[in-house]
């Protein structure tokens, strides 16, 4: 008689452990959610949304789809919506991938990314950045193999910050097959300043093997409510809906997402709001001689190599999220970014 026993995958995942918790919520710069609360008109459509929780939700997530078409001027049969786009990226590498197949990603980059890999049995071919913290393409296209099957593109790459040029991506997906799906993680898309910047929806209308996430958990702040989309070819997009769970969505996040949608002037001050300070804490480590990498995403990267976990300790009552190699700090209220900048400033280098 032997204890049930789960796949030998789950071994290599590392169980969720929460990090030492922030003085309160304000301080939290570990999770690059937004500071404001949720847009004008949310809360009041989300809760209408409320009364109906007897019933299933809408499996088809149809108004928001529509909005989104309208949005991105494609029909509703491009999207597929998820509990966070994490959920609908677990759903792509399920339905394209098993046991020997490979998925090559960039590495520092998003955690999910091996987890999602992992449990499917597949393969990850994980290509380190630059020295400079941004993807390194042409070493990514080096890595495809005739097992690959799907490669992750970060932009702006979380937890670094840079994002990946349009040229750069035409240039790589010049060398990339056809049959290889080419994800493009947009979660941070609202935030990116830069000209030259991939816009995923525009290479999605050139390349019919590209996927976009976005998500409604960063610029729009409704991390808690989960809800996230693709955007891709509809035959793709049947695909990932059949791998993800049935009623995922709710109601009450489809209406909060809506209205989100609605609000979108004030949407652009929200993202404009963090913007600035993101451009204001970088140019403040610059000038404490830091080597932070620029950043268009709401958190920048403080490459602390060993010290990572001492730095997070010394940010406390400030949570910030240690990685190997760096650490991670997302863009608050001014306020806490400035007692952010005092621990920076008096961390001993
Ligand atoms: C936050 C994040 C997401 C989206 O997360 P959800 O809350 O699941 O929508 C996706 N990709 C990256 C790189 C992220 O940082």
Known sequence: MTDPRPRQVLAAIPAYRPGRPALDESHKLSSNENPFPPLPGVVERAAAG???MNRYPDPGVTALGEALAERHGLSTDHFAFGTGSVSVLFGLLDAWCGPGDEVVYPWRSFEAYPIAVDLPGATSVRVPLTADHRHDLPAMADAITERTKVVLVCTPNNPTGPVVTEAEFEEFMARVPTTVLVVVDEAYVEF?????????????ARHANVVVLRTFSKAYGLAGLRIGYSMAHPAITEAIRKALPPFGVTDIAQAAALASLEAQAELEERVEAVVAERTRVFDALREQGWDVPSSHANFVWLPLGERSAEFAE????ISVRPFPGGVRVTIGTPEINDAFLARAAAFRR
């Not at 990116?192 to 999605?204: F, H, I, K, M, S």
């Open 192 to 204: 990116v300043r830069d000209p030259d910047a991939l816009a995923g929806a525009a290479a999605l």
């Open 50 to 52: 409320l009364a109906r």
């Open 314 to 317: 010394h940010a406390h009552p």
